[in-house]
């Protein structure tokens, strides 16, 4: 199975903030990661796909980046609605398989 | 408007079964593999299992291998799974989710991202 790590596993940042976010696979997934955010009790809701790819109706401040193992998530000015927790996910092969998760705190 | 609507989710005894459906609406479901993600609770996402479009190609996660089976009816627009042998670490809630991708197979459904989540159902295994 591919493993996905994240870093860090929580950041708090302020309103108007850049944040970044890693996420390291275990194997070449070419640019097959996608970026979800989740905040309490809702389903995750997807931001990025193959890696750097916006989802339709994501504001343009979330961009990735990355390919092969090493990939980002970048907030370019943090807004109130995106303190919640992002996950990586890899879509090379089965099992797919998420990071642990990255939660991004109000400072 | 897409939407996916999770029921079949409840208290169940170690070792039971139950069955988790999902109705699918607003988009072509014979075109589209499907999934089942699952959170325990204060955990991560977990994927669990998925099903191609025209589910003839069924995957599993090592944890639920030889105890689920993921079904579809595309009769009714409807994504499955039966849970058998049911066990504590199972307790989660369990979202249906859509793979992005109308073409592909295997993960490769899966290279738009999971783009559509129903909203969940919990499933707690407790004696």
């Known amino acids: 199975d591919i493993q996905m790590t994240q870093s860090p596993s929580s950041v708090s940042a302020s309103v108007g903030d850049r944040v970044t976010i890693t996420c390291r696979a275990s194997q070449d997934i070419s640019s097959w990661l996608a970026w979800y955010q989740q905040t309490p009790g809702k389903a995750p809701k997807l931001l990025i796909y193959a890696a750097s790819r916006l989802q339709s109706g994501v504001p343009s401040r979330f961009s990735g980046s990355g390919s092969g193992t090493d990939f980002t998530l970048t907030i370019s000015s943090l807004q109130p609605e995106d303190f919640a927790t992002y996950y990586c996910?890899?879509?090379?092969?089965?099992?797919?398989?998420f990071g642990q998760g990255t939660k991004v705190e109000i400072k | 408007e897409v939407q996916l609507l999770e029921s079949g989710g409840g208290l169940v005894q170690p070792g039971g079964s139950l069955r988790l459906s999902c109705a699918a609406s607003?988009?072509?479901?014979?075109?589209?593999?499907m999934s089942w993600v699952r959170q325990a609770p204060g955990k991560g996402l977990e994927w669990v299992s998925g099903i191609s479009d025209s589910g003839g190609s069924t995957y599993y996660a090592d944890s639920v291998k030889g105890r689920f089976t993921i079904s579809r009816d595309t009769s009714k627009n409807t994504l499955f799974v039966q849970m058998n042998s049911l066990r504590a670490e199972d307790t989660a809630v369990y979202y249906c989710?859509?793979?992005?991708?109308?073409?592909?197979?295997?993960?490769?459904?899966?290279?738009?991202?999971?783009?559509?989540w129903g909203q969940g159902t919990t499933v707690t295994v407790s004696s």
């Open positions: 607003g988009f072509t479901f014979t075109n589209y593999a």
């Open positions: 989710a859509k793979g992005g991708r109308d073409y592909g197979s295997g993960p490769t459904y899966y290279y738009y991202g999971i783009d559509v």
């Open positions: 996910q890899q879509a090379n092969s089965f099992p797919l398989t």
